[in-house]
């Protein structure tokens, strides 16, 4: 279980996480919707330590952090359980895609190389990527890159795994490979937060739909709730302009 209490964060005046409270049980499935400056970017890096939050804790099993004081040793044994997908993957571009997703296995956890290897070549074949092993990634496209750095964040088999908006970055032919891939993973080892503004995806393989605004959860609940039954006006105004095309009209 991952919880988060009164997480705050702003960069001078402005406020952009206001006190954030959020529990989400292991193996959960949750995607977070809002426009853009709500704070849900702010929200996965704080949950990596890409950002420090100014104040608040994160729990994770066992584990308890203040969100501001943590020491180097704690966010080193935190990022171990948690896992980041970039927007715009984040790649080593003078590495192989194979030798880029074991580059955690071999610097941080110290597995032999051959090894690394072949959890490297296994996952790279899950996500459809087996004739790529060795290819750059200057000579992978935008969705194979991506699929690369979800293959780079499964090796380190997280508690949880963070995707910061994973398709924005794509041709719109190339989202809808790498949005099966996630889906593939759903309900799996790992707990997946997901930022997106893929509304039909997020009908489709969340658990939890959260809809953020100003640093604070507006709404929650399951997809049918929040997308079908929404309560908060805010929320039906957002929905008014980017519902999935399959439940046009259920919104009202």
Known sequence: MLTITQLKKRFGKQIILDGLDLTIEKGEVVVILGPSGSGKTTLLRSLNFLEH?????????????????????????????????????ALFA???AVENVIEGLVMVQKLP????????????????????LNHYPNQ???GQQQRVGIARALALKPEVILFDEPTSALDPELVGETLRVIQSLAHKDSTLIIVTHEMQ??????????????????????PKEVFEQTKEERTKQFLARTRPQTLEGAIS
């Open 201 to 222: 995806f997020a009908y489709e393989v969340a658990d939890r739909v959260i809809f953020m605004e100003h640093g604070q959860i507006v709404e929650q609940g399951t």
């Open 53 to 89: 939050a100014d104040s608040g804790t994160l729990a994770l099993n066992e584990q308890v952090i203040d969100a501001k004081k943590a020491t180097k040793k704690e966010i080193l044994s935190w990022r171990r359980q948690t896992a980041m997908v970039f927007q715009q993957y």
């Open 94 to 96: 003078h590495k192989t």
């Open 140 to 142: 992978l496209s935008g």
């Open 113 to 132: 190389k051959n090894e690394a290897l072949a959890i490297g070549t296994a996952l790279l074949e899950q996500v459809g990527l087996a004739d790529k």
